[in-house]
């Protein structure tokens, strides 16, 4: 299986499995905020989202190119989306241990991401 397969599988897979494999009191305890969880998990999806996104500014033409320029943009917006839920979610402030300092980083991560695979998609439409 190739690399680019691998990071397509996954990226398809990681969403739903954790939308299927939960229950529904489980999504709920996530997004009312449990702790750093679920801010580690904001965290972990956005830096996957920043190595593709590097990686496909990196060799616009290689394995990963066009195509982790698109999955890119995706895993930051999942992130986005539990980084915010749990800032919404999550009581005290900064450095009570709730792990609003963590979605606050996932949050700027992601965007960084956001950006990298925007200035991947522009250089592979320059290159073909």
Known sequence: MSVRSLFTAAAAALPMGAVLATPAAAQTTVAAGSGRGAATAALVVA?????????A????????GRNGAVVAPVLAVIAMVIGVLHLAGSDGPVGSGAGRGGAIVALGVAVIAVVLSGVALARSRRTG
């Open 47 to 55: 830096l996957v989202s920043v190595i593709l996104g590097g990686l």
């Open 57 to 64: 500014v990196a060799r616009p033409a290689g394995r990963i």
